[in-house]
Nanobody
């Protein structure tokens, strides 16, 4: 069974950091683009960040640029999201995603991604 399993979510204070991990199981994702979306309560799901298959190209939502970093370890079939200077508006369920392509043409579009994780909660309190 192919799965993306997120971990690392939790509750933090404003300005603190958190790193999310997502491990792919059931198949190799080393040749595919991977990334993260999030959904806050009462809001639509939104793109956060993505990286192409070899990490040469990354994409970020304007709201997280300069604070979040997406990276991957192909030997571990894992993608990470390092989050710094967290704000209350970063509170959301974060979903790991993987495409069936080395690069995504429109990374902000959810339909680009064939696989989705179950999500992990991140709560930022002031």
């Amino acid at each position: 069974q192919v799965q993306l399993v997120e971990s690392g979510g939790g509750s933090v204070q404003v300005g603190e950091s958190l790193t999310l991990s997502c491990e792919g199981t059931g198949r190799s994702f080393r040749d595919y683009a991977m990334g993260w979306f999030r959904q806050a309560p009462g809001k639509n799901r939104e793109f956060v960040a993505a990286t192409n298959w070899n990490s040469e190209t990354t994409h970020y939502a304007d709201s997280v640029k300069g604070r979040f970093t997406v990276s991957r370890d192909k030997t571990k079939n894992t993608v990470y999201l390092e989050m710094k200077s967290l704000k209350p508006e970063d509170t959301a369920v974060y979903y790991c995603v993987a495409a069936l392509a080395a690069r995504v043409v429109t990374p902000l579009v959810a339909s680009e991604y064939a696989y989705w994780g179950q999500g992990t909660q991140v709560t930022v309190s002031s």
